[in-house]
């Protein structure tokens, strides 16, 4: 069976426009050329020849920059047109559009290619050093016809994440020192940022760009999903630094779903997962390069959106995101329940006050089991520092691990690993009265205290009229995502 030339240069339009446009048009892309992409087009042209229908040409439009199809035109007579159903036709395979082969949930309209970069560790160890967001990029991806739309990047003030010390910030500004590693692998430098908006701002752009290009579902109802390079961006560098500077994501619901590309790749390439660890490796593996665009981001986001083509190409569908809880929600654990050893942490260190939403938020960006969070007591009940955490998986127990000597309230805390055994002897207990009690919970965002010292004849009303009283003082507190969980307790207990 005949099978499509693609383009000897190895450029971008390699995958976007080989296998799709069959014209005569450069090869144009980011304001990039490529000559032997013409050569490789012209072949493509007598393949699709005897494959164009009618309902191809219909549906046919010419492609301009970024591959966005220009309203209004059509192709000259005597130039034949095709479409991703064309295409793959003529290769033997079939169109894979937004709803197809996946009837659990349906594949979005658009892929959102995201990167991110911190101004201090990259690769693998991004997100271990709490170093702030100093770069975004993003790219949408027209998943139907498998070509880019838009690419866009911001410098972000790298600013130091609230409550973290160290030798890592300037104390003239509060923006952190970018690393060495940093510079040799963005060619960034601190005079880059003088400029830059902060996180907040740069969200919000994002935001508005999307509603333009009209893949908003408040913009038209179109679907898109993000897609980052593994796990680490958006669980140990993105949630957690969003929640320290009581960034609301209220306004920007998408980044509680995304695909991991590196999963995506082993599930569409069937690879081993030891040779895949970076978008290097996936690149390699398909025998492509890094484009030559001169901003960093920008390179990212094309190479992630040239492995997401060739993915698509090749008949994968993208249906089941990744998932980060935004609430935690407690629950009762038996102590006849077996927990897996390789989902618990132990954390040390903690402030004596500190509360099962106050290590939720620590781990932000990490989905913690309902009912995971066990605070250790000491003989007398008083809390000790240490709490059992336990995960929905071990992947998201691993990345935990990432977070030693993280800061908590300018405190860094020590995670160590920690058995199913531990965990239930300390969160275990056996009381039906709780589990009624729990029951009564319908939102995630309602909670179970407990109080202590009150009067022998106190009745329930005083007991609300005493949450009435707190509740006025905390509608002072100023909102972010980490107060929509704040809790009405009673005053803390003094340590002993």
Known sequence: MAAFTTCPSKCICDDIFARTLISDEPCALLRFTCENGQAARATNRRLASSATTKAAAAAAAPV???????????????????TAAAAAAVVGKQPNPGNSNSSIM?????????????????GEEIGTDEAPICLIAYLIHDVRHNKIIAVEQHLVKPQVNPGQTGSDSSEEDGLATISEEC????GLSADSFHSASYLESVLEEMDKFLRNKGIHPESGGKTFTLVLEGQHPMRLVFHPETCSKKISLEQFPYFYSFFDLRKEFLKGRNSEPDTIVSLKDMLDSLEMQFDNSPDFGTR???AMSRVISRLLNDGHTFKEPEKVNQFYHPAIVRKTDTVDDESVVRARGLPWQATDADIHKFFRGLNISAGGIALVLSKVGRRNGEA?????????????LKKHRHHMQQRYIEVYRATGRDFVAVAGADTKEGENFLAKLTEPTQSL???????YTVSADEILDFFRKASALCSSTPKGCCSSTT??????????
């Open 106 to 122: 349906p594949q979005p309209d658009y892929l959102v290619a995201l990167h991110l970069t911190t101004c201090g560790k990259q």
């Open 487 to 496: 809790r009405t307790a009673a005053p803390p207990e003094t340590p002993s």
């Open 300 to 302: 990212q986001c094309i």
């Open 449 to 455: 205290v407990r109080m202590r010292g009150l009067p």
């Open 64 to 82: 301009g920059e970024l591959g966005v199809a220009i309203s209004g035109s059509s192709p000259p007579p005597d130039r034949p047109t095709t």
């Open 183 to 186: 510079r040799s692998e963005t």
């Open 388 to 400: 059992l955490i336990r995960f929905d998986s071990q992947e998201h127990r691993d990345i935990a």
